[in-house]
């Protein structure tokens, strides 16, 4: 063995014991670095494909600025929140694998479910169960809530179908003077749920009604529907449905030529409803709880401008469509948010009564005072409802 080759031997010998003592450096700095960058993950699941999808993306951009404002404040209990997310593709079972993965995988704090109502109640059984908070940034069936759990962990910063419901009829009411309304309603839960909401409201004002007609997501002609309500002498269309069967309700109308004025539920709003709807989409009157155009107000303005800054395919305020989703998950992030501050921990019980110990706070949609009780899990009402349509694409106030 020469000079040269006994030095490199021990140069490399040198090498891995660097090396090695690096490795021990390292693993007895992960601990340290692990705890550092530790996260509240925060869990979604909505519709992030297909008609809908637009609403999941309204969901997501109203969560994700409401968490970089969080965490340029500090984070939560000094820890900054993450963001998961899951798409449910519109299916039931879907989203109930999806809320287990997060729950039981990933471990998230507190699940937001998105759109479809129909996914939310599989979950709901589900979070029950097991404890863990879920929050309804869109879904408006009545018995997402109230589900009749002891303890109940779902909590909501949406529209509320009974009392969406009694806003419908009284539009019909008052604006359109309609003494026979019509009904048509998607085929599922939260048609259910819309069903017995109007015809407890169309009681409450003692009028009766030309007929309920259901529909179905895959249908593309509902004209024998609507026929046979324009034979009963409907007056009115009072329309619960998400953006695929209320365009498919509204080229029918066109195709019969009945003009006949349409109150509908918020389900337009979460996607291309004016595009598909044909030239009859404009004239849909939808209930809402927020609307980035119009006069804003301070907070509006800030919020606006934060969702220019991170995402800049927003350009002007018909760009944010739909607004309501991005309203209500912006402010249930913020409530969240403040739950677990008052929690003081990531326990699914103790977040759930931290959402009662919340006093105010200066939302999107309006100024939240004691939001959540008890008795009451559901943080809008009907004072934060406005109806809107659209115009040339974007979600408009009616005068």
């Keep these: 063995m020469n000079l040269n080759t006994r030095y490199t031997l021990r140069h490399l010998a040198a090498r891995e014991v ?11 700095l992960a601990p340290i670095q692990a705890s550092a ?5 925060i869990g979604l699941i909505a519709s992030l494909s297909g008609p809908s999808s637009k609403s999941g993306e309204a969901i997501t951009r109203g969560m994700t600025l409401a968490i970089e404002e969080i965490n340029a404040e500090g984070g939560v209990l000094g820890k900054p929140l993450e963001l998961l997310r899951r798409d449910d593709e519109n299916n039931p079972g879907k989203g109930l694998t999806a809320a287990r993965e997060l729950i039981q995988r990933e471990k998230v704090a507190v699940l937001f479910g998105g ?4 996914v939310s109640l599989a979950i709901v059984p589900y979070v029950n169960q097991v404890k863990r908070p879920f929050m309804g940034p869109w879904a408006a069936g009545t018995p997402i809530t109230q589900n009749g759990a002891d303890p109940n962990f779902v909590f909501r910063v949406s529209a509320v179908d009974e009392l969406v419901d009694v806003a419908l009829v009284d539009r019909a009411v008052t604006v359109h003077g309609s003494k026979n309304p019509g009904l048509v309603l998607i085929n599922n839960p939260w048609g259910e749920s819309n069903e ?6 169309l009681e409450s004002k003692g009028l009766p009604h030309a007929g309920i007609e259901k529909i179905e997501a895959s249908d593309v ?11 009963a002498g409907a007056d009115t269309l009072f329309m619960v449905a998400n953006v695929g069967p209320s365009a498919q309700v509204m080229k029918s109308l066109e195709r019969m030529d009945w003009n006949v004025p349409v109150v509908s539920h918020w389900g337009p709003a979460g996607g291309r409803f004016s595009e598909l709807g044909g030239p009859r989409a404009e004239t849909v009157e939808m209930i809402q709880t927020f609307t980035f155009s119009g006069t804003q107000t301070e907070k509006g303005e800030a919020v606006l401008a934060g969702l220019q800054n991170l995402f800049p395919e927003i350009e002007t305020a018909a760009d944010v469509t739909p607004a309501v989703g991005i309203a209500n998950a912006y402010d249930a992030m913020h409530l ?7 929690a003081g921990s990531t326990a699914g019980e103790a977040i759930r009564e931290g959402y009662y110990a919340i006093e105010s706070y200066d939302g999107l949609v309006k100024r939240y005072q004691q939001p959540f009780t008890p008795d009451n899990h ?5 004072d934060d409802y406005v109806f809107t349509n659209f115009v040339a694409g974007e979600i408009i106030p009616i005068d």
Excluded: F, H, Y
């Design 378 to 382: 559901d943080a809008l009402g009907p």
């Design 37 to 41: 960058q530790e996260t509240i993950k």
């Design 221 to 231: 002609d509902v004209v024998p529907q609507l026929t046979r309500l324009r034979e």
């Design 18 to 28: 660097i090396a090695a003592a690096g490795v021990m450096i390292l693993s007895l």
């Design 196 to 201: 017995r909401g109007l015809l407890a409201a």
């Design 336 to 342: 969240t948010a403040l739950a677990i501050e008052n």
């Design 115 to 118: 759109l479809q109502t129909p």
